[in-house]
């Protein structure tokens, strides 16, 4: 295994601790979700190896035969990219939670695959869009009460909490708004203590844990810097 991979999370998981202690706050409330796309199952199993239990896939295809090949039931899969309503069958039969809801139409697909492939639960996060982008995805704040309204009414679906992807900063403390921002959100909308925030990537993820994070995204950080493959969906 290299060597670097056990470092890494080693050194990710310090920074967590570190994090989480500057606010106050139990390392143990924040999951890590290791971003493992682009990187082949070999590199997985890898990680397991060295400790990772919880794997972020951007792309359900790709996510697929990862799954397939080190077990559905052998590390809790995570959907964190666009979900694709021709791909949301598959994404309900191999991932455990989904972070990228970002319509109503998109819900009501999964909440009727559920009920077609006898899934009793999936949990589903809200992707907010707070700084209308378009060419990212995410529901803008002023429609997010009437998806939660939905998510809420839904059998099967649980909705757990709000994931954000801010805009890329050089200065990595500008994003700090936009995570302080999703936490307001998630307080008004949840009880207190309930509410996932899917919220910081390698260059920001400290930051979001000061920020009230109890899930953070962290892919190069873990596992090196990602060679860009340009595929056909992009
Ligand atoms: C790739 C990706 C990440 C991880 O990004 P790194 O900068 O490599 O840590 C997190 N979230 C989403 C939605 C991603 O697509």
Redesign the pocket.
Same mark, same amino acid.
């Given at each position: 295994m290299p060597s670097d991979l056990r470092a890494n999370l080693e050194s990710v998981r310090a920074k967590i601790r570190d994090a989480a202690s500057r606010a106050g706050r139990s390392a143990d409330e924040i999951k890590l979700v290791a971003?493992s796309?682009t990187h082949p199952a070999s590199t997985i199993a890898d990680a397991i190896s060295a400790g990772a239990t919880v794997f &972020?896939e951007?792309k359900v295809q790709e996510g697929e035969g990862k799954i397939i090949e080190i077990g559905r039931d052998n590390a809790e899969w995570h959907l964190? &990219?666009h979900l694709q309503s021709n791909k949301a069958r598959r994404a309900v039969q191999l991932f455990d939670v989904i972070?990228s809801i970002d319509s109503i139409e998109l819900a009501t697909r999964l909440e009727r695959i559920c009920i077609e492939e006898d899934r009793p639960t999936l949990s589903v996060l809200a992707q907010v869009d707070l700084a209308g982008e378009k060419t990212k995805s995410g529901i803008p704040e002023s429609e997010l009460p009437e998806l939660a309204t939905y998510l809420r009414s839904c059998e099967r679906l649980k909705f757990d909490g709000l994931m954000i992807?801010p805009p890329y900063f050089e200065n990595a403390d500008d994003v700090r708004p936009f995570f302080r921002r999703l936490r307001a959100i998630r307080d008004e909308m949840f009880p207190e203590g309930q509410g996932e925030l899917s919220m910081g990537?390698?260059?920001d993820?400290e930051i979001a844990i000061e920020e009230g994070a109890t899930v953070v995204?962290? &892919?190069?950080?873990i596992f090196g810097e990602?060679e860009f493959v340009k595929t056909k969906s992009e």
């Open positions: 971003v796309k &972020g951007n964190i &990219g972070h992807l990537m390698s260059h993820f995204r962290v &892919g190069t950080a990602r």
